[in-house]
């Protein structure tokens, strides 16, 4: 009975693959729709806040503890800074300079980065896949790079390469503190985190909240960057990994890039050029090549 009943729990854990990637796919151009009448920090601070929100509420739902064990704060507010802090900040700014749909690409480098920095700093070895990984990212971002480094404006790739890099290091922080308890409700004090700081960020920076009178395109956008693509996603995701291996869910969830890609073209007219299209396919290639060996392990 027990073998009867599992390809059920790997088809639901497929259909909530597809969902995952169409919550974080669609964020993307969500996003830069309302970055065309709402600040960078509020964008941010409304997704965080929502996020944050219902998060809490799973917790109380499903009667699980709100509080963390005793010395555990201090690692979440560091790894919310890197993992969704500085990861959302970043991408959100870089789409402000350069299409979306290159921000995506170069922001889905952040495997291979993993990787290089799990053999730099924790002495994980580092096998051929990764060197391949590497080689392919290298490659791919120097395909994106080298038209604008001379003639453009290479910040938002910049921006996009360092979020990647945020992410990063956030993943290798977690793995190196093997910090304690509950999942779910760590990334909830990680969202709370990143609205705390975004907040400050308004405040600092942006004044008094802009988000009225605004068009529907952009209060769409909103109503689906906060409560679908920041809430909704990260329960979504925490579903995925109860159900499969996290190595294999994460090479599940490269669809997510590909959604962000066509959805940029499709809602935002968008049209990616040759570098465009080599360069990410290098990336995901290289995303992939790192990411395939793990989930097949598992």
């Known amino acids: 009975m027990p073998q009867a009943s599992r390809p059920a729990r790997d088809n639901t854990a497929i259909l909530l693959l597809v969902l995952l990637s169409l919550a974080w796919g669609l964020s993307w151009p969500a996003i830069r729709i309302a ?15 929502t996020g944050t929100l219902f998060m809490f509420a799973i917790v109380q739902l499903q009667g699980r503890k709100a509080s ?23 991408t959100t ?6 299409m979306t749909a290159r921000v995506v690409i170069v922001s889905y480098s952040m495997p291979v980065w993993a990787s290089l920095m799990a053999w730099l700093l924790l002495g994980e070895r580092l096998n051929t896949a990764s060197v391949v990984g590497l080689l392919l990212c290298v490659s791919g971002l120097t395909v994106l790079v080298y038209p604008v480094a001379f003639t453009g404006d290479p910040i938002g790739l910049l921006l996009a390469l360092g979020a990647a890099l945020s992410w990063a290091a956030g993943t290798i922080y977690v793995k190196w503190a093997r910090v304690p308890g509950d999942r779910v409700v760590m990334t909830a004090w990680q969202l709370a985190v990143s609205f ?15 988000l009225w009178p605004l068009s529907w395109p952009v209060l769409l956008a909103l109503a689906f960057h906060g409560p679908v693509g920041t809430g909704i996603a990260y329960f979504l995701w925490f579903s995925i990994i109860g159900r499969m291996p996290a190595a294999t869910a994460s090479l599940g969830s490269l669809c997510v890039p590909v959604v962000g890609i ?12 040759v570098a465009d299209v080599i360069g990410f396919t290098l990336i995901f290639a290289a995303a992939t090549t790192v990411l ?7």
């Open 93 to 98: 700014f870089a789409q402000l300079h350069v």
């Open 196 to 210: 705390a700081v975004t907040a400050i960020g308004v405040v600092a920076f942006e004044g008094v909240p802009h």
């Open 292 to 298: 395939l060996p793990s989930a097949t392990k598992s």
């Open 262 to 273: 066509l959805s940029s073209v499709i809602l935002l007219g968008e049209r990616p050029g």
């Open 68 to 90: 963390l064990p005793p010395g555990v704060y201090g690692h979440v507010i560091i790894s919310a800074v890197l993992n969704i802090l500085g990861f959302g900040l970043l």
């Open 35 to 49: 970055l065309d009448e709402v600040a960078p920090w509020t964008v941010r601070v409304v997704g965080y806040a």
